[in-house]
């Protein structure tokens, strides 16, 4: 089994920046890519970014492109979600999640059905 705790949400007026942090516990050495989703009230789950323990660019979704980075600390077992210039319709809660397939590609990490652990989740607010 593996943890993930999120941390570092909270609210924020438009064009600030916060940076979530996902800690992971557990049988870390199984996880071979970390993504962050969001789900806003009355909408799907959706993918905002993931990255590979095992190199290589990030994968972004295309509203958060340009102003979000995923980033990892493999000695801490965490990573990070620096987000700038934040729009309202950002709002939303973070989650963290982790996953062991073996296979780092846009079509594999965007789908939630290819993660294996997820974290409580972390309410992100953006004011207008």
């Known amino acids: 089994q593996v943890q993930l705790v999120e941390s570092g949400g909270g609210l924020v007026q438009a064009g600030g920046s916060l940076r979530l942090s996902c800690a992971a516990s557990g049988r870390t050495f199984s996880v071979y890519a970390m993504g962050w989703f969001r789900q806003a009230p009355g909408k799907e789950r959706e993918f905002v970014a993931a990255f590979s323990w095992n190199g290589g660019s990030a994968y972004y979704a295309d509203s958060v492109k340009g102003r979000f980075t995923m980033s990892g600390d493999k000695a801490k077992n965490t990573v990070y979600l620096q987000m700038d210039s934040l729009k309202p319709e950002d709002t939303a809660v973070y989650y963290c999640?982790?996953?062991?397939?073996?296979?780092?590609?846009?079509?594999?990490?965007?789908?939630?059905?290819?993660?294996?652990?997820w974290g409580q989740g972390t309410q992100v607010t953006v004011s207008s």
């Open positions: 999640a982790a996953s062991r397939t073996p296979i780092f590609t846009i079509v594999i990490v965007k789908n939630k059905n290819e993660y294996d652990y």
